[in-house]
C-alpha cells in the first residue's frame, strides 16, 4: 500500500516549480537559436549580396542547432524526472 504525505499549497507549487522549470526555458533558448542565425544569416547576406541564401542557410543551422538541444535538454530531464514512465 503506497501512502502519500499531505503537503502545504506552497510545498506543492514549489515542488511543481522545480519540475517544470527546466521546460519552461525551452522555448526561449529554441527562439534564440533561430533568431540569431537568422539575423546572422540576414547580415552576411547584406555584407555579400547573396540575399536570400546566407539567410535561408541560418534559418536551416539555427533550426537544426535549436531542436538538437531541445531533445537533448528534454532526453535530460526525462532521465532524471523521478516520476517518467508513471502511468498514474
Known amino acids: 500500500m503506497v501512502t502519500y504525505q499531505k503537503k502545504s499549497f506552497g510545498e506543492s507549487l514549489g515542488e ?4 517544470i522549470g527546466p ?7 529554441l527562439a534564440a537559436s533561430v533568431g ?3 539575423f546572422l544569416g540576414y547580415l552576411l547576406d547584406k555584407q555579400f549580396g547573396t540575399s536570400p541564401w546566407l539567410l535561408l542557410a ?5 533550426l537544426t542547432g535549436g531542436f538538437y ?3 537533448k535538454t528534454v532526453q535530460k530531464i526525462g532521465k532524471n524526472n ?4 508513471r502511468t498514474k
Do not use: V
Open 16 to 19: 511543481a516549480y522545480r519540475q
Open 36 to 38: 540569431g542565425m537568422l
Open 23 to 29: 521546460f519552461l526555458n525551452l522555448g526561449t533558448e
Open 58 to 62: 541560418g534559418a536551416a543551422i539555427g
Open 69 to 71: 538541444n531541445f531533445f
Open 82 to 85: 523521478k516520476f517518467a514512465g
